[in-house]
C-alpha cells in the first residue's frame, strides 16, 4: 500500500469546486483546505506506485481549476 500527501494549487475561484470533486475520488482519505503556498492537501492511499501516479495524473490534475500538484509519498520507518 502507497500513501502520499497531495498538495494542490488551484486558481482563483475554483477552491470550491475542487474540494467537492475531491470528495468523489475513493482513493483520497482526507483532504483540507490551506494556507500557504498550497490550497488544498489531500491524504491518498493506492495499492501501488503505478496506480499512485495515474491517480495523480488523471483523477486529480485533470480536475478543471487545479493549477499544479507536489506529491509527497509516505515512508515509514522503523526503529532497529
Same mark, same amino acid.
Given at each position: 500500500? @502507497?500513501? &502520499?500527501? =497531495?498538495? /494542490?494549487?488551484? #486558481?482563483?475561484?475554483? &477552491?470550491?469546486? =475542487? $474540494?467537492? &470533486?475531491?470528495? #468523489? +475520488? #475513493?482513493? +483520497? #482519505?482526507?483532504?483540507?483546505? =490551506? !494556507?500557504?503556498?498550497?490550497?488544498? +492537501?489531500?491524504? =491518498?492511499?493506492? $495499492?501501488?506506485?503505478? /496506480? $499512485? ?6 483523477? /486529480? ?7 499544479? !500538484?507536489? !506529491?509527497?509519498? @509516505? ?6
Amino acid at each position: 500500500m @502507497v500513501d &502520499a500527501y =497531495v498538495l /494542490i494549487n488551484v #486558481k482563483p475561484g475554483h &477552491a470550491y469546486d =475542487v $474540494l467537492h &470533486a475531491l470528495e #468523489k +475520488i #475513493k482513493e +483520497i #482519505k482526507r483532504y483540507d483546505a =490551506v !494556507t500557504g503556498p498550497y490550497d488544498i +492537501i489531500a491524504l =491518498v492511499s493506492c $495499492l501501488d506506485f503505478h /496506480i $499512485l501516479g495515474e491517480l495523480i495524473l488523471e483523477k /486529480i490534475q485533470g480536475l478543471e481549476g487545479v493549477e499544479k !500538484t507536489l !506529491t509527497c509519498p @509516505v515512508f515509514r520507518l522503523e526503529e532497529t
